[in-house]
């Protein structure tokens, strides 16, 4: 069984930010231990954004792009990551995965001139 590695935060217009899934078990561990200690209940939600996490901006790019398109989109947005979507119906976008830069950059070497 895999566990996921990244989890996409959903803001109000779509993902706002990719957040490691260790930095969430961290947090979920160190809080159930708080409340355990201290007999409080745990609490019915969290806010993804207010938890302490290494995130990374994200930006979209389209299931169909190029390695180089993937490449100018970092540049152009100065996003840390992408996440790879695609129209699946008029006005629904599903994501496929995430790309990080160093993840291209390993297997595709691109000379800017």
């Known amino acids: 069984k895999s566990e996921p590695k990244w989890l996409l935060v ?8 990719l957040l490691p899934a260790v930095d969430l078990a961290r947090f979920l561990e160190d809080t159930e231990k708080q409340a355990s200690e201290e007999g409080t209940e745990l609490p019915e939600s969290i806010d993804l954004m207010e938890i302490p996490a290494n995130r990374r901006d994200v930006a979209p790019v ?12 970092f540049d152009s947005t100065q996003a840390e990551a992408l996440y790879v979507q695609r129209h699946v119906a008029p006005m ?7 790309v990080l830069q160093t993840d291209i950059e390993s297997y595709y070497q691109y000379r800017r001139s």
């Not at 959903?10 to 930010?17: C, L």
């Not at 389209?62 to 989109?73: D, G, N, S």
């Not at 629904?92 to 995430?98: A, L, S």
């Open 10 to 17: 959903e803001g109000s217009n779509g993902p706002t930010a």
């Open 62 to 73: 389209q299931y169909q792009a190029t390695l180089e398109e993937a490449l100018q989109q």
């Open 92 to 98: 629904i976008q599903r994501v496929y995965g995430v």
